[in-house]
């Protein structure tokens, strides 16, 4: 196999995850602690509950966030959690996240 397509292959898997809509933003939020979804939907007014459940979904799929669900009064309740998985995952989101406001105008970009 080409050298150059192993070395692109984790890079390309971790930009197919961190490249959809509001999976950066999730991670960052539960890099603060657990969140009941509707903490999460709260943080992420621009999004709907569907795209955001979906988005956990994946993240839940790759074993970055953990779901941990809890009955009270006949109601389930979802608490997530960043695995350690995650939680690795959460410092590069924070380092993108520095970068970009160091060296990009948000206003001005230029796609």
Do not use: H
């Not at 995850?17 to 539960?30: D, M, N």
């Not at 998985?85 to 924070?94: F, N, Q, S």
């Amino acid at each position: 196999m080409d050298k150059n397509v192993e070395k692109k292959c984790p890079v390309e898997a971790l930009s197919n995850i961190l490249g959809k809509k509001w999976i950066p933003q999730i991670i960052e939020s539960l890099n603060g602690g657990s969140m009941r979804f509707g903490e999460i939907c709260r943080l992420l007014p621009n999004s709907s509950p569907k795209m955001i459940k979906q988005q956990l979904k994946l993240l839940e799929d790759n074993e970055i966030v953990k779901n941990e669900k809890e009955v009270f009064n006949n109601t389930i309740s979802s608490t997530y959690y960043l695995s350690e998985k995650g939680k690795d995952l959460a410092t590069i989101v924070l380092q993108m996240k520095l970068w970009g406001q160091r060296e990009l105008d948000c206003t001005n970009l230029k796609n």
